[in-house]
T-cell receptor
Framework: DGGITQSPKYLFRKEGQNVTLSCEQN?????MYWYRQDPGQGLRLIYY???????QKGDIAEGYSVSREKKESFPLTVTSAQKNPTAFYLC????????????FGDGTRLSIL | AQRVTQPEKLLSVFKGAPVELKCNYS??????LFWYVQYSRQRLQLLLR??SRESIKGFTADLNKGETSFHLKKPFAQEEDSAMYYC????????????FGPGTRLSVLP
C-alpha cells in the first residue's frame, strides 16, 4: 500500500552501533506494528502500538526500542544489545475497527558490516 | 491464547493442478481470518479476508469454525501464484491482537 513508507530500503550497521528504521503512514491508522522476517521463520512481532504515546512489547522485543510520538510515525531503533540484527524488517498499520487487516510497507533490509 | 498453524512449509504443484494451502487456528472468541501473499521482492499484501467471502485471483477461503480452519484454495494453479502465503488471525474486542502463521511457500511448476 502506498500509504506506508519505510526508509531506508537497505541499512548497514557497524558493531556496537544503534540504528533507527523509519516507518510513516498517511492512512490515519491508530495501530502500528514492527515485525522481523527471517528466512524460513515467517513474521515475528517486535513491538506494536495501538495509540499515540503507548506501545507494547511483542514476542522478540529484546534489543529493540520504539517510540510513538505522532500518530503517523513509529520508528524502530535496533540497539547494540541486539546480537543478531541482520534481517528484513516490516512495518504495518491498521485501523482500530474490528475486522480490519494490517497494511504493510516495503520493508528495510538491515545488514551488519 | 491465539495461535495460527500452517502445517506445510513448502507446497509444490504443477500448473493447472488444484492447490490447497492449509491454515488452522486456535482462539476462544470469534476470530477474523485473513490470507496474505508475498511475491518475490514485493511487499506483503492482503489477499482476502473471511468476512468478505470474496474470490481474489481465483483464490477462495472458507472459515470452518467446527474444524477451526481457513484453508486457501484455487482450482487451477498458475505459475504466477508462486509466492509465500501467510494466514493471519485477528482477535480481541477491537481486533487488536494480530497473529500470523509461519507461512507456506507455494511453488507452481511448469
Amino acid at each position: 500500500d502506498g500509504g506506508i513508507t519505510q526508509s531506508p530500503k537497505y541499512l548497514f550497521r557497524k558493531e556496537g552501533q544503534n540504528v533507527t528504521l523509519s516507518c510513516e503512514q498517511n492512512l490515519n491508522h491508530d495501530a502500528m506494528y514492527w515485525y522481523r522476517q527471517d528466512p524460513g521463520q515467517g513474521l515475528r512481532l517486535i513491538y506494536y502500538s495501538q495509540i499515540v504515546n503507548d506501545f507494547q512489547k511483542g514476542d522478540i522485543a529484546e534489543g529493540y526500542s520504539v517510540s510513538r510520538e505522532k500518530k503517523e510515525s513509529f520508528p524502530l531503533t535496533v540497539t547494540s544489545a541486539q546480537k543478531n540484527p541482520t534481517a528484513f524488517y516490516l512495518c504495518a498499520s491498521r485501523s482500530a475497527n474490528r475486522g480490519q487487516p494490517q497494511h504493510f510497507g516495503d520493508g528495510t533490509r538491515l545488514s551488519i558490516l | 491464547a491465539q495461535r495460527v498453524t500452517q502445517p506445510e512449509k513448502l507446497l509444490s504443484v504443477f500448473k493447472g493442478a488444484p492447490v490447497e494451502l492449509k491454515c488452522n487456528y486456535s482462539y476462544s472468541g470469534s476470530p477474523e481470518l485473513f490470507w496474505y501473499v508475498q511475491y518475490s521482492r514485493q511487499r506483503l499484501q492482503l489477499l482476502l479476508r473471511h468476512i468478505s467471502r470474496e474470490s481474489i485471483k481465483g483464490f477462495t477461503a472458507d472459515l470452518n469454525k467446527g474444524e477451526t480452519s481457513f484453508h486457501l484454495k484455487k482450482p487451477f494453479a498458475q505459475e504466477e501464484d508462486s509466492a509465500m502465503y501467510y494466514c493471519a488471525l485477528s482477535g480481541g474486542n477491537y481486533g487488536q491482537n494480530f497473529v500470523f502463521g509461519p507461512g507456506t511457500r507455494l511453488s507452481v511448476l511448469p
